[in-house]
Each structure stands twice: as structure tokens, then as C-alpha cells.
């Protein structure tokens, strides 16, 4: 037994010689062929043969390309922002991390539209909008009044420039340093210096928190006590 494939193919043709603008009569124009060979010259054996067909101009096929709108291609989405916190004075560069990004793809955080930096299909650079409050705000992307990622959106953290207290600052702390075994899950007060110990013996902190914490960004009082710690 023998299996013959079967193929459809769909043709926009257009007429250059001898055709009116309009339909006209059918009976009264030339009629045409579409042949699929494997060679220029279809004189030989041919796979395939159409049956006659009328050609006119006026199908709306083939007069314009149409642009593709990349946001009907797949859908963008937001899988991570590094870093996810910072100040409400704003300005802070931010990178989104996801997948289907594309040219002209904007960046809402909360209700406040930024433009976007496209790096690549996967990552995109923005600056943070200022927020007058400190909190959290859903980051979602927006293309032509067309929002994406409302339902999984991404969150970052605003925090207030007077907020951050000497505690507030070693919760932070607690949350880069490197554990150690037999370590309860937060650490108390009394163990502060040792918080400071770790950190400074830590020689590339893993986030950009604890270089701020070191730096003395975080709280003043905190970069005293590095200072006094070493």
C-alpha cells in the first residue's frame, strides 16, 4: 500500500497584462494555471496542476504588506526585577528580567508609565519613577494602551529615605549575611557586632543591599558600627 501526502497551497495572484481593474467578465479574460515543478521548464512532468482560474486586480491581497504587531507574536511577561527595592525619591536603574520583550514594550510601575530601554528579548533597563509614599507597587508592561502581566505582575519596594532605623537596618542585614550551622532563623539583638562581623568578612556581598549597608547608605549608625566592628 502506498501513502500520497496531500498538500494545500493557496496562491495571491496578480495580473499584468490584458486584465481590467475590476472583475469584469470572467468569459472575456484570459485564463491561468499554477504548475509545481521541481524545474524552471514545465514542459516535462510537473507534480501538481491547477484547474483554470480568473485573475483580477481588485483583491484587497497583495496590495500592502501588512505590519506585524509584535505584541500579537507572544505575549511578554516579567519573571524577576533586580534589584526589587529602593528609595521613593526614585531614579534607581532597574532591570527587568522576563521573556518576549520587544522595541517600544513600557514599563508601569503602579499607575506611573516610564519608558524602557530594550537590551534584549529577555531584559529590559528602566529608571524608577519617584513615589510619594513608601510600599509596595505592582510593575506591569504596556504596549499601545494594551496592558500585559496583570495577572502575574511583578512588585517592588519602596522604602522611605528617614524610615531605615539602626533594627531596621540589621533585618536588612540578617538577610545577605552568610549563615552558619546551629544559626536560629533570625538573630538577636545581642548578636548585632556579629552581624557586622560576617559582613565585613564577606568580600563580595551578594546584593547591592549589603554594599549600601556597608557603605553607610542604609543608616548612619549602621556605618559607624562597621567602622568600629573591623
Sequence with gaps: MRITPRFFLKFFLKCNQNCLKNAGNPR?????????????????????????????????????????DPSEAATPCIKAISPSEGWT?????????????????????????????????????????PRHIPGVVEVTLSY???????????????????????????QRLQKVIPRHPGDPERLPKVQNRRVLHRIT???????????????????????VLVGCSG
Excluded at 520587544?102 to 508609565?113: A, R
Excluded at 494594551?146 to 519602596?158: D, E, S
Excluded at 556581598?205 to 549597608?213: C, D, F, G, K, Y
Design 201 to 223: 568578612q564577606n568580600e563580595e556581598p551578594s546584593e547591592p543591599l549589603a554594599e549600601e549597608a556597608i557603605s553607610g547608605s542604609v543608616s548612619p549608625s549602621v556605618s
Design 28 to 68: 472575456d479574460m484570459r485564463r491561468f494555471q499554477v504548475v509545481v515543478s521541481t524545474t524552471v521548464n514545465v514542459d516535462g512532468h510537473v507534480l501538481a496542476v491547477s484547474d483554470n482560474m480568473f485573475v483580477h486586480n481588485n483583491s484587497k491581497h497583495g496590495r500592502r504588506a501588512r505590519r506585524l
Design 144 to 170: 499601545k494602551s494594551k496592558q500585559f502581566c496583570k495577572g502575574a505582575p511583578g512588585r517592588f519596594v519602596y522604602t522611605a529615605l528617614n524610615e531605615p532605623t539602626i533594627d531596621y537596618g540589621f
Design 89 to 129: 525619591t526614585g531614579g534607581a536603574t532597574v532591570i527587568l528580567i522576563g521573556d518576549n520583550f520587544f522595541d517600544g514594550l513600557q514599563v508601569v510601575f503602579g499607575t506611573m508609565l516610564v519608558w524602557s530601554e530594550l537590551i534584549t528579548p529577555h531584559a529590559i533597563r528602566v529608571q524608577t519613577p
